[in-house]
C-alpha cells in the first residue's frame, strides 16, 4: 500500500499487539553512556573525589531499566505481533547487553569504592578489572555496525505520517535512518575502540571514545525524551 492510500485512508493500529517503550530504553541508554563517560573523566582527576557508590546507583538505575525491558523485548519474538519484529534485534539486545553490563559495572563499584578511592591510579584499577568484559564489548561495537548497515540498507526507523514531528519526514525514510544508524555507528566505534583505551598511554584513543559516547548518549538521551511526546502522538492518532 502506497504511503498516499495510508494516509488518505488513515492508519490505524492495534496496541495491544504493538507494544512499544523503546522511549525510556533510549533515555536509559543516553544516559548511561554519558555516565561512563563521567565515570571515565572522573577517574582520571585525582584531584577529585570518585564517590563510586554514587556512580554505582546510578549504572544500577538504568542498567536495571534496560536489562529488563531488554531482556522482554529480546525473547518476546515478535514484542510487536502487528509488525517490525526487527526491533526485537535493533533496541531489545543492545539493551539487554548494556544493562548487564551497567548492572555488573555498578555491584563491582559499591564492593570496591573503599579500594579505588585509595588507589594511586584509579583508572588503572578499573582498567584491570574490565579488560575481560572488553570482549564482549567490542562484539556488541560490532554488532552496531550490523545495525547501523542494515538501518540504512533497509530504510529503517522512518515514521508514519501520524507521528507527530518525525512524521514530517515520512515521505524521505533515510533521513531518519541515516540519523539513528549514525547514531549507532557512534556508540560502536567507542565500542570497538574500548579495549584499546584500557591500554596505558592509550589518551587519544580514550579520548575518542568518550567523544563518540558523549556525543550518542547526549542524542539518544534528548531523542529518547522526544519520542514521549512524539509516540503518545502516534499512539492518539492512530487508535
Known amino acids: ?68 525491558t531488554g531482556l522482554h523485548m529480546t525473547l518476546t519474538w515478535p514484542l510487536a505481533a502487528g509488525g517490525f519484529p526487527f526491533d526485537n534485534v535493533i533496541f531489545g539486545e543492545p539493551s539487554l547487553a548494556f544493562g548487564v553490563l551497567l548492572l555488573f559495572a555498578a555491584f563491582y563499584l559499591w564492593k570496591r569504592a573503599e579500594a579505588l578511592e585509595a588507589a594511586p591510579d584509579r583508572f588503572a584499577m578499573l582498567a584491570a578489572a574490565a579488560r575481560p568484559v572488553s570482549v564482549f564489548v567490542l562484539g556488541m561495537g560490532l554488532a552496531c555496525f550490523g545495525i547501523a548497515a542494515a538501518g540504512v540498507g533497509y530504510e529503517l526507523f522512518a515514521a508514519p505520517p501520524e507521528e507527530p514531528i518525525s512524521g514530517e519526514f515520512a515521505e524521505h525514510p533515510m533521513i531518519e535512518a541515516v540519523f539513528i544508524s549514525g547514531l549507532y555507528a557512534l556508540v560502536g566505534v567507542g565500542a570497538v575502540l574500548f579495549p584499546l583505551a584500557l591500554r596505558p598511554g592509550r589518551r587519544a584513543v580514550t579520548a575518542v571514545v568518550l567523544l563518540v559516547w558523549f556525543l550518542s548518549g547526549l542524542a539518544f538521551l534528548l531523542f529518547g525524551a522526544l519520542n514521549y511526546f512524539t509516540h503518545i502522538g502516534l499512539i492518539v492518532n492512530t487508535m
Open 1 to 68: 500500500m502506497a504511503t498516499g492510500e495510508i494516509v488518505a485512508q488513515g492508519l490505524k493500529i492495534d496496541w495491544a499487539q504493538m507494544p512499544t517503550y523503546n522511549t525510556v530504553m533510549s533515555v536509559a541508554a543516553g544516559a548511561g553512556l554519558l555516565m561512563v563517560v563521567g565515570l571515565m573523566r572522573r577517574l582520571g582527576d585525582a584531584d577529585r573525589p570518585l564517590a563510586a557508590e554514587g556512580w554505582a546507583m546510578g549504572f544500577g538505575v538504568v542498567g536495571a531499566v534496560l536489562a529488563v
